[in-house]
């Protein structure tokens, strides 16, 4: 699923949290991520300069809402993903909009004569009239 770096990341960041912050993780997460983490990966937490991973930062903001943030936090954490879930969701249905037109388009555009063709065939079409 997730890199062994990636656990040990999360794991030296969490250790230098206060311990009344890293008593709110569930013991489970915290064994969880102990045991998947690589030992032999070097990561200094405490670096200013540091780059983590992507799937880092991810299960860092997971351990945050789910554990660490408060009450008011976590509503407007979740008044966010909805508000962005709602903005996705009205752009899918303006890309569905937008290829349903298209395709009513290509269906209302009929095959016309050429002007010449036209022509000709009106010619065609007097002359045998007049015999």
């Not at 002007?115 to 065609?124: A, P, S, V």
Request: glycine content about 0%; hydrophobic content about 35%.
């Amino acid at each position: 699923m997730y890199d062994s770096k990636v656990y040990t990341e999360v794991y030296e960041i969490i250790n230098i949290f206060p311990s009344k912050e890293r008593k709110k993780i569930p013991v489970k997460w915290y064994q969880l991520i102990e045991s998947k983490r690589d030992k032999d990966y070097e990561f200094d937490a405490r670096d200013e300069n540091v780059i983590l991973l992507p799937d880092t930062e991810k299960i860092l903001s997971v351990i945050y809402t789910d554990y660490l943030a408060s009450e008011e936090e976590r509503k407007i954490i979740k008044a966010k993903e909805e508000s962005f879930v709602k903005k996705n969701y009205n752009k899918e249905i303006q890309n569905e909009d937008v290829e349903l037109k298209i395709e009513t388009s290509k269906i209302m555009i009929k095959s016309e004569e050429r002007f010449l063709d036209k022509l000709f065939n009106r010619i065609k079409y007097f002359l045998k009239f007049k015999k």
